[in-house]
């Protein structure tokens, strides 16, 4: 078996997306979706029912009066918020690791994915048009291809850093040369196997060569460069994050200015502290 067919292997292996993604992802657009239902499938989780309280009764969603009902909590939370939520809590396992491979530890990569999710949303909301839909679980989920990837890095670390001692390509072009992918698309090829939307799988698949997002660019774009702010914050730079740059298309699309960036990186910082301590406890 090569490489590429050894990767593509192990995406195969990877762990299911988690049920209550499922559940509430087929009724998303559903304005009379049964909450009461679905808080009797979760009940049996105490986990999820815990984490689903403890974020519902967050300052992270505005929270101003105490919920202690399973129901009530996702009811507070909406169908798109508590599919952000299962999705960001059942991952979090997934994220809060070591990836030797890319220079990370545990702490550093779940660190970096909260606050792209969190930047991405900044980003829009410092902009015209509303955010676009799951740009948080976009976010959070652009790296995670690098859970897959991490194993195959370790053993072609040689390789990779005689790479970027010799040349000045970006990490992902490095990442093509040796693997024949990439972890964006490797990332992308987990959504697509977790059935997860179009928009998602485009998102992740491309959030280092945006303008080939197609119809997606705009969710594309404010990943893109919420990724790019994150490295910039040293927030999980690892082995790569000094490899990639804001691409030009995106840059003057997008027309961010220096004040809005700092504004994004101070509302980012404030916002992602609760959600990545909530996001540790859940992988604990």
Same mark, same amino acid.
């Given at each position: 078996?090569?490489?590429?067919? %050894?990767? +593509?292997?192990?995406?195969?292996?990877?762990? !299911? $997306?988690?049920? #209550?993604c499922k559940q509430v /992802?087929?009724? *998303?657009?559903?304005?009379?979706?049964?909450?009461?239902?679905?808080?009797?499938?979760?009940?049996?989780?105490?986990?999820?029912?815990?984490?689903?309280?403890?974020?519902?009764?967050?300052?992270?969603?505005? %929270?101003? +009066?105490?919920?202690?009902?399973?129901?009530? !909590? $996702?009811?507070? #939370?909406?169908?798109?918020? /508590?599919?952000? *939520?299962?999705?960001?809590?059942?991952?979090?396992?997934?994220?809060?690791?070591?990836?030797?491979?890319?220079?990370?530890?545990?702490?550093?990569?779940?660190?970096?994915?909260?606050?792209?999710?969190?930047?991405?949303?900044?980003?829009?909301?410092?902009?015209?048009?509303?955010?676009?839909?799951?740009?948080?679980?976009?976010?959070?989920?652009?790296?995670?291809?690098?859970?897959?990837?991490?194993?195959?890095?370790?053993?072609?670390?040689?390789?990779?850093?005689?790479?970027?001692?010799?040349?000045t390509a970006s990490f992902?072009?490095?990442?093509?040369?040796?693997?024949?992918?990439?972890?964006?698309?490797?990332?992308?090829?987990?959504?697509?196997?977790?059935?997860?939307?179009?928009?998602?799988?485009?998102?992740?698949?491309?959030?280092?060569?945006?303008?080939?997002?197609?119809?997606?660019?705009?969710?594309?774009?404010?990943?893109?460069?919420?990724?790019?702010?994150?490295?910039?914050?040293?927030?999980?730079?690892?082995?790569?994050?000094?490899?990639?740059?804001?691409?030009?298309?995106?840059?003057?699309?997008?027309?961010?200015?220096?004040?809005?960036?700092?504004?994004?990186?101070?509302?980012?910082?404030?916002?992602?502290?609760?959600?990545?301590?909530?996001?540790?406890?859940?992988?604990?």
């Amino acid at each position: 078996m090569n490489r590429d067919e %050894t990767i +593509r292997s192990r995406i195969r292996s990877f762990p !299911a $997306m988690p049920a #209550l993604c499922k559940q509430v /992802l087929t009724h *998303m657009n559903d304005p009379n979706m049964d909450f009461k239902s679905l808080a009797e499938t979760v009940r049996y989780d105490p986990g999820m029912t815990a984490n689903i309280l403890k974020l519902a009764n967050s300052s992270y969603f505005g %929270t101003t +009066r105490k919920i202690e009902s399973l129901q009530a !909590a $996702m009811v507070r #939370l909406g169908a798109h918020q /508590l599919f952000q *939520m299962a999705v960001a809590t059942g991952v979090a396992k997934l994220l809060n690791r070591r990836l030797a491979g890319y220079g990370l530890e545990s702490s550093e990569f779940l660190r970096h994915s909260v606050w792209a999710a969190v930047a991405a949303e900044e980003l829009a909301r410092q902009m015209e048009g509303p955010p676009p839909d799951m740009l948080f679980t976009a976010g959070l989920l652009h790296d995670i291809g690098k859970v897959v990837m991490d194993e195959f890095m370790n053993a072609q670390s040689a390789d990779i850093r005689a790479d970027m001692g010799n040349s000045t390509a970006s990490f992902d072009g490095i990442e093509e040369k040796v693997f024949g992918l990439t972890h964006a698309e490797v990332g992308a090829e987990v959504l697509d196997q977790w059935n997860l939307p179009e928009a998602l799988v485009a998102a992740v698949r491309c959030h280092h060569i945006p303008d080939q997002a197609g119809d997606h660019s705009r969710l594309t774009m404010l990943v893109h460069l919420a990724d790019m702010l994150a490295y910039s914050e040293g927030m999980g730079t690892g082995l790569d994050g000094m490899r990639y740059h804001v691409a030009a298309s995106t840059a003057k699309q997008m027309g961010i200015r220096t004040p809005v960036i700092e504004r994004v990186a101070g509302r980012t910082l404030e916002r992602m502290r609760e959600l990545e301590g909530l996001l540790t406890r859940a992988s604990a």
